[in-house]
């Protein structure tokens, strides 16, 4: 796997949409925050929110935390897909909420449910910790096309999670 090649279309797919963010914003201000980088021998893509980890100040490294990412690792790639998911790992960890993470991943996957069609091979049978999981065809010459559409997906479905942990909040 050519790890810099991933790297970079990462990058520039976030680049180039928040690039395009200002003409293309919702109504609603989603507050995303973008990273790229390698993570656990993955190249990864990921959004996510301070707003959605037990410690706002590290979000990507907070013990508790909702993201969502695009990522490859070598099987991935020699089955040409790219991979996508939502994780909510360790919610109990939040103090501002008391969410069992069965009961937070059961309340999202029905608010998320009329915007399954629009997601590639998706699957919501999994754990409450992936909310979602799914692929679409990797093909490196769209690479950066295909991530920042899943990234326009992911803005358009954000405010599910921001719903879901409001129904949770204790103060």
Request: positive net charge; aromatic residues 12%; glycine residues 4%.
């Amino acid at each position: 796997m050519d790890t810099h090649f991933y790297l970079s279309a990462f990058e520039s797919a976030i680049a180039k949409y928040r690039g395009q963010q200002p003409r293309e914003q919702p109504p609603h201000d989603p507050g995303l925050l973008y990273f790229a980088g390698t993570v656990l021998g993955s190249i990864a893509l990921k959004v996510y929110k301070p707003e959605w980890a037990s410690d706002p100040q590290n979000p990507l490294t907070s013990p508790g935390r909702i993201f969502f990412s695009v990522w490859v690792a070598d099987k991935p790639v020699q089955q040409n897909r790219l991979l996508y998911n939502i994780h909510a790992l360790k919610l109990r960890q939040f103090k501002t909420h008391h969410i069992a993470s069965r009961d937070f991943a059961m309340q999202f996957r029905t608010k998320f449910q009329p915007h399954a069609h629009e997601w590639p091979n998706l699957s919501l049978d999994y754990g409450p910790l992936t909310l979602l999981q799914g692929w679409t065809k990797l093909d490196p010459a769209t690479l950066e096309k295909e991530a920042m559409q899943l990234i326009r997906q992911f803005h358009t479905i954000s405010p599910l999670i921001d719903q879901t942990l409001r129904s949770f909040r204790t103060r």
